[in-house]
């Protein structure tokens, strides 16, 4: 299918379910990239799994009720994001293990409560895949309004995310409000992959979570850079493989994954500073004896200014 021809079909009456994908899916892409990059600064890739687990029975629970997914979905993730935070302060039981106990457990829950409704085993598939149709248009203002909920909040609080990322225990002794700061960062990832379950599906959210701000990573050195090109490779992820999607009939989210996987493995092997080919290429060149580039350190957050990551 040519491009021309996916636009003709975006502007298809008919197929009026298309730019109602479409537009979830950069949206909750473009949100995706920008939370993805505290979640990659911390190392708490878990945690977003976690949150795509435990959505799983407000799912469940708004589907039984002919009610909004994005609504039930967040209220079961920030249920669960608020116990683990809260769970995670007793330092006898690390945070990992806390967010391994709570991902089986509310995973376990939707499928109890989904085994218990009309047509299981196809709702089941469009939770854990996803779908492009029957997106209903308070779905897509939903959406938009959390996205837009969450960017705010995140530009709020950046030099307060960034300093609690980069070191916790820094961020403590400068007075920062470190609960509080996890609590709301956890809020924001799960409002993230709820936004976005409708088009990627339960499996692979978190891919849209982490690989967009993986590969930004590998691209750039400082952080507000990172943070454009996250919701950039997010949100062109989303556009290619829905056009891809829709030309040759294969599942969206997978899709949509798959084309944000290709830029990350581009950027692993061709990224300016840290590609592999890249430093290969720069070890043959650089003179015998020649010591590396020093790595700049990590800086704190305490000012408004870009800092290196």
Known sequence: ?????????????DLAFLPKALAIAVMS??????????????????????????????????????GSLVLGGAVAGVATALLIAIFSQNRRVKEDS?????????????????????GYAGSLQQFLFGSITGIPDRDLYLVGFT????????????????AVCLDREMARSMGLP??????????????????????IGNILVLA???????????????????????????????????????????????TIVLVATVVFL???????????????RMRIQRPTGEAEPAIRPAAAAVNGHDHPV
């Open 1 to 13: 299918m040519s491009i021309t021809d996916f636009l003709t079909d975006l502007l298809n009456p």
């Open 29 to 66: 892409s473009i949100v995706c990239g920008v939370v993805g990059c505290y979640v990659v600064l911390r190392g708490m890739a878990f945690i977003g799994d976690a949150v795509a687990h435990a959505v799983f029975p407000g799912l469940a629970v708004a589907f039984v009720l002919q």
């Open 98 to 118: 806390l967010i391994g106990v709570f991902l089986v457990a509310t995973f376990a829950l939707g499928i109890v409560i989904i085994s218990q409704a009309p």
């Open 147 to 162: 996205g837009l909920v969450i960017l705010g909040l995140v530009f709020a609080l950046h030099k307060e995310f960034v």
């Open 178 to 199: 470190v609960f509080w700061l996890d609590i709301v960062l956890y809020v924001l990832v799960t409002l993230a992959v709820v936004i976005s379950l409708q088009t």
């Open 208 to 254: 849209l979570l982490i690989t967009p701000a993986a590969a930004a990573r590998l691209l750039t050195d400082r952080l507000g850079v990172m943070m454009l090109l996250a919701p950039t490779i997010g949100g062109t992820s989303a556009l290619v493989g829905l056009y891809l999607s829709w030309s040759y009939d294969t599942p969206v989210g997978g």
């Open 266 to 280: 581009a950027a692993w092997l061709f990224a300016p500073r840290h590609g592999l080919l890249t430093k290969r």
